[in-house]
């Protein structure tokens, strides 16, 4: 009787921690939407074809190192790939970012098709949005 109520309370406790943990990434969030909208606006407009992504790349590389990332560039020999690290030991955690544009879908930032410049590229699966996100 006495283990199970050790471990009741061990459960409730741990899920408390869960919750403040929670409660603070989102809080951490909300404090640099305005940064990240205004990231993702600016590769929504750069708009950068796949392998070409050299503003966007630099972008992005600038934004983690000065949250402390540490930047591996030119991943593969691509020139506009890199790896970004934090932290030490595990979990080792992954994550993909996307920041290219695709050809010929050029468009102005509303949900309705308006070209904005005819031929160029643009961002219409939200690659502006994953990659900063990630």
């Not at 993702?40 to 983690?64: F, R, V």
Request: charged share 20%; net charge negative.
């Amino acid at each position: 009787m006495h283990n199970q109520i050790f471990y009741i309370i061990t459960l409730f406790i741990l899920s408390l921690e869960i919750v403040t943990a929670s409660d603070n990434a989102i809080q951490f969030l909300d404090s640099k939407s305005d940064e990240y909208a205004a990231m993702s606006n600016t590769i929504w407009t750069l708009a950068e074809l796949g392998y070409q992504e050299e503003k966007t790349s630099k972008l992005m590389q600038s934004h983690l190192k000065e949250e402390s990332f540490s930047i591996n560039a030119g991943v593969a020999e691509i020139p506009t790939a890199f790896i970004a690290s934090y932290g030490s030991g595990k979990p080792i955690i992954a994550i993909l970012a996307e920041m290219d544009a695709l050809p010929g879908l050029s468009q102005v930032a509303t949900p309705e098709r308006k070209i904005l410049k005819e031929e160029m590229p643009g961002h219409a699966c939200g690659h502006n949005l994953f990659g900063t996100g990630s």
